[in-house]
């Protein structure tokens, strides 16, 4: 039987999924360029040996502080488990030494990746046609193709010029202008650290005139914040959206294991303590309105990476953001060097231009001619090196001249290498 593309779903003719199918198929087909292109930890901060220490260790908790028996022990690791998670309250202990966040356990649900919660939270929120989720533009395409899948509408926000982060009247405007057509700005979301792709951090002040309009325009803010720990040095510690919102339940916050722990266990979370009227005089959370989703979808989140996660959790006895200082240090370094040699590579002058975010995998190059696929090709096959267009990134268009760095991938050496031959491409192609 032969299907033909345009009867299936429209997400698989999207040019947002098609142009991630392209940039696997380039990073497959150069294996020994270097690659600027994945935004994946560096593998030298993984050790096999650790899995089984961790699985141990989240055992002897089950054993020794949850009272459990070896019937109840063997259940927990091997049958169908709760749809919310089995390691919410280490996720909440967590959450309250790295953020001083208050979290309920009840509020928490475990997904497969902070991306099984985008899911989640986008279908919960979106009831209809008339619901429009915003996006800080550029965003995250998991956010995207998460809404393509979902047929939902998506309207971009811009970031606001020279690194900011989301700029919070453009979010009114965007809210009373969606208001004006008769529509429903449900949710807007947003990474408010070193945001995958362009990098930028918004200020405290901005987080808090962000928690107004949402109040003001009534709408959700959904915060992802997968790089939040990885600072350069002298960058401060700010509060997440979450934090800064106290108890007004203002903001839906995604949770990633990818980047502070291991992106192979595929564990994330969703804390949605928002109340959710079901009639009748019962009231719930968004998250058991999230499990009966989940249910539908994963079933529950594989118990065996709850539980190597968990003894994680339960090693950073003090946090992950302390467990992850070294790591921390390890990106920080990479991107000094990247931005250092963008500046010794592309001196005053040069049509080139970048940005310096204070932190995270990410930065991004603005060149003078077209960041679009063919070039990418020609600049692997030439020239050995790979990086990411930014224009998938854009909901509506946008980003065409400009490119993303990550350094996370590779070592200092590497990023040397690669901004030399980066450098050659982009002298070539602006001639
Ligand atoms: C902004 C953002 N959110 C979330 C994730 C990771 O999600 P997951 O936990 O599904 O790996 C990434 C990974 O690239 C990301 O850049």
Redesign the pocket.
Known sequence: MTLALDQLHGSLSAPLLDAMTFLNEVTARYPDAVSFAP?RPHEEHFDPAAIPRHLERYLRHLREDRGMGEDEVRRELFQYGRTKGLIGELIARTLAADEGLDVDPEALVVTV???EGMLLVLRALCAGPEDVLLVAAPC?V?VTGAARLLDLTVRPVPEAPGGGGLDPEALAAAARQARAEGLRPRACYL?PDFA?PSGASLPVEARKRLLAVAEEHDLLLVE?N?YGFFRRGGTPVRPTLKALDGDRRRVVHLG???KTCF?GARV?YVVADQRVDRGGGRAGLLADELAKLKSMTTVNTPALSQAVIGGMLLEADRGLRAATAGAAEFYARNLDTLLAELERRFPPGSPVGWNAPDGGYFAVLTVPFDADEKALDRCAREYGVLWTPMAPFYPQGGGERSLRLSCSYLTEARIVDGVGRLAAFVDGASR
Request: charged share 5%.
């Open positions: 935004g990746g902070a991306q995250y998991g990474v995958n992802d997968p990633s294991f990818a992106p994330g």
